[in-house]
Each structure stands twice: as structure tokens, then as C-alpha cells.
């Protein structure tokens, strides 16, 4: 894993994941206690989770096909850029005392729509950088850079909420952006579109708006003449819906059944960042050829067990144990589900294909938000997240008994 480090663009690229995810979740924090405040309310940060989440799933069944067409360095500088520039509109509000909700869901929402670019650029563009037999090891560190980032990025934000506040605190993801923009920008195009036949770059721009819709057509056409995409958008489609309940719940959780603040909110997700990088790190050292149904069966309920189990609990420090140990065992799904789409989808159709799966797969999250803000209005916070445990161990118990994923990477490859 550490020699494919040496390789210069590549560590760029792995630096860039790592502060947009420490970015990530510094926001994530500051904003969703700062709209509780606000609000008081568990719908509201649902909705503005619910906002920042679809808006990639509507965004995504273009970029496959942009990426795949257009200078990918070129668009990854400006999105994030841009995201940097969106975010920087929620605090200069707030200061000038007109900042609302139906803004912020705005903002989030506008800023959700360009990252998409990022998330299945980065997905798209991982396999220039490294050969087939090390592409594993490369999932595994791009994982485990994101994991660093939500190692300290949330207890940043928790602490740096707790004594300066959201609004100075989003300001730090600003600067994160546009470190980020900077990263892409030293790493050769030629990377960006190795392996990729750019003759299409001369069309006009009509021609390349009906192209667009027949490079989306393809990714379609190309997903459900494969079961194994089909499963595996269905399973991720699944998980998020029954994980994404935690999400808008946990601030309530943490205000009102542990009684503290965003301190130990960010504490939470950082103690789950830590597990999940050992989890990363274990997974990738080990390299046992499981059945897939078995691996991403097995990761799913032991997760489940964790919101399902602290639930009960009003002690932090136990919360804390089991989101320690829920992050190991939620960390292999980000390794083993990307390196089985990259392994079945060719280089040429990459962008197109992952971006219909990340649509599909991805309005589980939206929807997960949005139903667990509701459930925390009616059932409460501690009730909301019992039943996200407990259907995600359901859902576990059926994945790992299904026969459309029981095969090995040796028999892909």
C-alpha cells in the first residue's frame, strides 16, 4: 500500500481526498448542530441532509458522461472552487443577521449538486494511477485518507462549534476546497484521461448535448445487462436507507438523551473515524477472498448492531466504545463494493456506468434522512435510531444468504 505512495500525482490525489473528507466533516457537524439550534427541530436537519444528498443523485446522471467527454482536471478545480465559494454564503448571512433556513437547504443543495463531479471523478480516475493487482490496495488507501479526514475533522468541528461557533467554523472548509482545487491542479492532465478516447472533444456543442444523453443511455443499458451492478446498486440503495436515519438524529441524541453538546457530537464521529481506520487497514492486510455476499453481508449487520445497541444508552463513553468498534466493522464496505464496480465496468465506460449506480444506490440516503427526521419528531431520537439498527441488521442477515453475490475477486478477475 505505502509503495504506491511514491508515486507523486497519485499522492496528490490521496492528499486531495484526505482534506475534503476532513472538510467534509467539520461542515457536517458545524451545520447540522447549528440548524438544531436554530430549529430545534430533528425535520429540519433531515431536510438539509436530505437537500445536501439528492442534490448529487440529480447531478450524477450528467457528470458520468462530462468526465468522460471533457478535460476532468479542468472541471475538478472548478467545482471545488465553487463549493468553496457556495459555502462562504451561509456565515457572511448569518453576520449580516438574514441567513434562514430555506437558505441554508438552498446553499447545501447547490453545493451538493457540484459535488458529484469529486465523488465519481475520484472513482473514475483511481485506476490511471495504479495496474489491476494493486487496485485494491489503492481503494484501501484512498478509504483510509478519506478515514483520516474524519478522524479529526469532526471533533474540529465539534470543538471548534462549541467555543467559536458554526458560522466562523464553516470558514474552515472554505480554505479546504481550495486546497483541494490546488491539489488537482499539479497533477498532469494526461493522467486525467489515461486510457480514454477523446476524438469527441471536437464536436459542437449541440452534438455533445445529444451525446450526453445517449452516454447515459449506455450506462444504463450496460448496468442491467449485469445482475451483479444491478445487486449491488440494490444492496447500497438499502443500506443507506436504513443508515441515513442516524444522521439527522444524532445531534437530538446527543443534546437531549446525552445531554451534552457539539463537542461530544464531533467526539462521536471521530471515535467512529478511528475505528474505521483500523477497520481499513485490517481489511487491506488481511486479503482474504471472502464470497462477496459474505463480506459485504457481514460488514452490514455488524454495523447495525451499533446504532442498535447505543441506542439504549445514555452514558457517552459507551457510546463512544460502540462507535469505536461500529467503525471497524463499517469501514471494508467502502473497499470491497468500489474495487467490485471498477473490476466489472471498463475504463472507457467508467464515468457513465458508476454515475447511473451512484444514482440508483444513492437515493437511499435522501430518502434515510428525510424518513429519520420525521421518525425523531414522532418517536424520538433514542427510538429513531433503534430502528435504523435494527433494520440494517434485517437487511444484513438477507445479503449475506443471497446467491447473486456469492462469488470471490478471483473470479471476476
Not at 259 to 281: C, K, Q, R, Y
Amino acid at each position: 500500500m505505502f509503495h504506491l505512495l511514491t508515486n507523486r500525482s497519485f499522492r496528490y490525489f490521496v492528499m486531495a481526498r484526505l482534506i475534503l473528507g476532513l472538510g467534509k466533516k467539520i461542515s457536517w457537524v458545524a451545520l447540522g448542530w447549528f440548524v438544531y439550534q436554530m430549529t430545534n427541530s430533528a425535520s429540519a436537519i433531515g431536510f438539509v441532509i436530505a437537500s445536501a444528498t439528492i442534490a448529487p443523485l440529480i447531478s450524477s446522471i450528467l457528470v458520468g458522461g462530462i468526465l468522460d467527454q471533457y478535460n476532468r482536471r479542468t472541471i475538478m478545480i472548478a467545482e471545488n472552487l465553487l463549493r468553496g465559494a457556495f459555502i462562504s454564503v451561509i456565515p457572511i448571512l448569518y453576520w449580516f443577521g438574514i441567513l434562514s433556513l430555506p437558505i441554508i437547504i438552498t446553499v447545501v443543495f447547490i453545493n451538493g449538486l457540484l459535488s458529484s463531479f469529486t465523488e465519481i471523478g475520484s472513482a473514475t480516475i483511481l485506476p490511471s494511477f495504479v495496474d489491476e493487482q494493486n487496485l485494491q490496495s489503492a481503494n484501501a488507501i484512498m478509504a483510509t485518507a478519506g478515514q483520516l479526514g474524519y478522524l479529526v475533522g469532526p471533533a474540529i468541528g465539534g470543538f471548534s462549534t462549541a467555543f467559536f461557533g458554526a458560522p466562523l467554523t464553516l470558514f474552515i472548509d472554505v480554505f479546504i476546497f481550495f486546497s483541494a482545487s490546488f491539489l488537482y491542479f499539479l497533477i498532469p492532465y494526461d493522467i486525467f484521461h489515461q486510457g480514454v478516447n477523446q476524438e469527441h472533444v471536437v464536436l459542437a456543442f449541440k452534438q455533445r448535448i445529444g451525446k450526453f444523453v445517449e452516454d447515459t443511455k449506455v450506462g444504463f443499458e450496460f448496468l442491467f445487462h449485469h445482475k451483479v451492478l444491478i445487486m449491488i446498486a440494490g444492496v447500497t440503495l438499502a443500506f443507506n436507507i436504513t443508515y441515513a436515519p442516524l444522521e439527522p438524529v444524532l445531534p437530538v441524541f446527543v443534546s437531549d438523551d446525552l445531554d451534552s453538546g457539539p463537542e461530544t457530537l464531533g467526539m462521536i464521529w471521530t471515535i467512529f473515524a478511528v475505528g474505521a481506520l483500523i477497520g481499513s487497514f485490517i481489511w487491506a492486510r488481511l486479503k482474504i477472498r471472502f464470497y462477496y455476499s459474505y463480506s459485504l453481508g457481514t460488514v452490514i449487520t455488524l454495523w447495525g448492531l451499533a446504532p442498535l445497541s447505543f441506542s439504549l444508552f445514555t452514558n457517552e463513553y459507551i457510546v463512544y466504545l460502540i462507535m469505536f468498534l461500529g467503525g471497524i466493522a463499517y469501514a471494508p464496505y467502502n473497499i470491497v463494493e468500489p474495487t467490485l464496480e471498477q473490476q466489472l465496468v471498463p475504463n472507457n465506460l467508467r464515468g457513465r456506468v458508476i454515475g447511473v449506480i451512484g444514482l440508483i444506490a444513492g437515493i437511499g440516503f435522501p430518502l434515510g434522512t428525510f424518513m429519520g427526521g420525521l421518525l425523531g419528531e414522532y418517536i424520538g431520537a433514542a427510538n429513531t435510531i433503534f430502528v435504523s439498527g435494527l433494520l440494517t441488521v434485517l437487511l444484513g442477515g438477507i445479503v449475506f444468504c443471497h446467491s447473486a453475490l456469492r462469488f470471490t475477486g478471483a473470479d471476476v478477475e
